[in-house]
């Protein structure tokens, strides 16, 4: 089933949730999250994701973590799929794929730079954008797919400037390309991960201004590592509220205090997008359910449903 008809069959006021993962680098690391799956499973999320390396390096081993949610967990699988810096056949088996596992899900990414390159290069495959995988997949497959595009509530990071601040021009095309990829076919959107509540709030307003009628489903990611949040927010180029920099430069050598603080910084992020109206939390889990679980739980929001 479609995770946009999913959203639309659910309860207006019923907060509903979508965790997502990374496939794992060793055989070990792929049994842990097999479990983790299995015990986030119990939540009855609306759907469960799995992120695709650059370049396709993980193809395979998304597919079949993906495949094992659709097929084994019985649960709703939205598998990543970026078009770029990987040959083309690698989309259309990758997609051919999806269908024998009966996965109608797909986030169509334009895909990062490989690893240990800074700069990202189109190839010669005739994809140079996440536009084209969403006319591509909607030409060759119609309506069989139900197609997640991203979001970036700041502006992507290619196009923020020094200042940390997207430019007003630049976030005028951001929301214009949006609406583009809707317009051929994206189904829901999912958001970069943010600090700043403000930003996002000023993001879905953006869409409503600029005819973006999807839904904006805001993904959150708990911080539960100092190194760990300085190196992803330096990757996005995220703003960060000078208060949550002081807090964590107090607390930094504190790994626990550090996890704890992260756990009540996206508890009071969640129950604000919630009290704005929202209804649906999509969580950046880093392939371990304790701290979204813990977010969920003070939130009022089950763990486990029959």
């Known amino acids: 089933m479609s995770i946009a008809a999913r959203l639309a069959a659910k309860e207006p006021k019923e907060i509903t949730v979508s965790f997502e993962y990374f496939p794992p680098k060793t055989e070990k690391g792929v049994a842990s999250l097999h479990s983790t799956i299995s015990e986030m499973a119990k939540a009855k999320p609306l759907f469960m994701d799995v992120t695709w390396g650059a370049g396709g390096g993980t193809s395979e081993l998304t597919l079949d973590l993906c495949t094992h949610i659709q097929t084994k967990v019985r649960q709703e699988a939205n598998m990543h799929l970026t078009c770029t810096n990987m040959p083309r056949e690698k989309i259309d088996v990758a997609l051919e794929g999806c269908k024998k596992a009966g996965i109608r899900n797909i986030v169509a990414l334009r895909g990062d730079a490989p690893q240990g390159q800074t700069e990202w290069k189109a190839l010669d495959t005739g994809f140079t954008c996440a536009l084209d995988l969403v006319k ?40 214009a390309y949006l609406k583009s990829k809707m317009d051929a076919g994206g189904s829901l959107i999912i958001t970069q991960l943010f600090f700043d509540n403000a930003h996002f709030f000023k993001f879905v307003k953006a869409c409503q201004e600029t005819g973006i009628t999807i839904p904006i489903l805001p993904g959150i990611m708990i911080i539960g590592s100092y190194p760990g949040f300085k ?11 000078q208060a949550v920099k002081d807090k964590l430069e107090s607390i930094k050598d504190d790994p626990a205090a550090v996890k704890e603080y992260g756990i009540e ?16 939390l999509h969580f950046y889990t880093l392939n371990s359910e304790q701290a979204t679980f813990e977010v969920m739980k003070r939130l009022g929001i089950p763990t486990v449903r029959e």
């Open 136 to 175: 591509h997949i909607r030409e060759a497959y119609g309506d069989y797919f139900n197609l997640t595009v991203a979001g970036y509530p700041e502006g992507h990071p290619t196009v923020i400037a020094e200042d940390g601040l997207c430019p007003p021009e630049a976030y005028a095309g951001e929301m």
């Open 265 to 280: 910084l996206a508890t009071a992020q969640c129950k604000e997008i919630i009290e704005s109206g929202l209804t649906h």
């Open 231 to 241: 190196r992803m927010t330096e990757l996005c180029k995220t703003a960060v509220p």
